[in-house]
């Protein structure tokens, strides 16, 4: 479990994640994403300058932030699928977060 909060550890996880849901082969989805939002929150507790983005349904797809995992070339979010993150000092967008539109 310690390893699971170790960056790139986190980070080959959410990869692996990403491209299981664009895939759509993965009947454990779920499970991969619970054990990822458990890590990722103990993450947080090692790294704070980190934060997941604020993303909401309803909101507009925009892909410089979103990456879109539906047909719809845009639109507005119907389903937030993976959350990506940000770091808080910069802004910067460290992945983004997998929704359909």
């Known amino acids: 479990m310690v390893c699971g909060v170790q960056e790139k550890n986190i980070n080959s996880l959410w990869e692996y994640i990403r491209v299981e849901i664009i895939e759509d082969k993965n009947s454990d989805i779920d499970k991969l994403i619970e054990i990822f939002n458990f890590l990722f929150a103990n993450y947080l507790k090692a790294y704070?300058?980190?934060?997941?983005?604020?993303?909401?349904?309803?909101?507009?797809?925009?892909?410089?932030?979103?990456?879109?995992?539906?047909?719809?070339?845009?639109g507005y979010i119907k389903e937030i699928q993976l959350n990506g993150w940000i770091n808080n000092k910069t802004k910067d967008i460290v992945k983004k977060s997998l929704v359909k539109v």
Do not use: A, C, R, V
Request: proline share 7%.
């Open 48 to 74: 704070p300058i980190y934060q997941l983005q604020d993303i909401k349904i309803g909101d507009e797809f925009k892909t410089e932030i979103h990456i879109n995992t539906s047909s719809n070339p845009s």
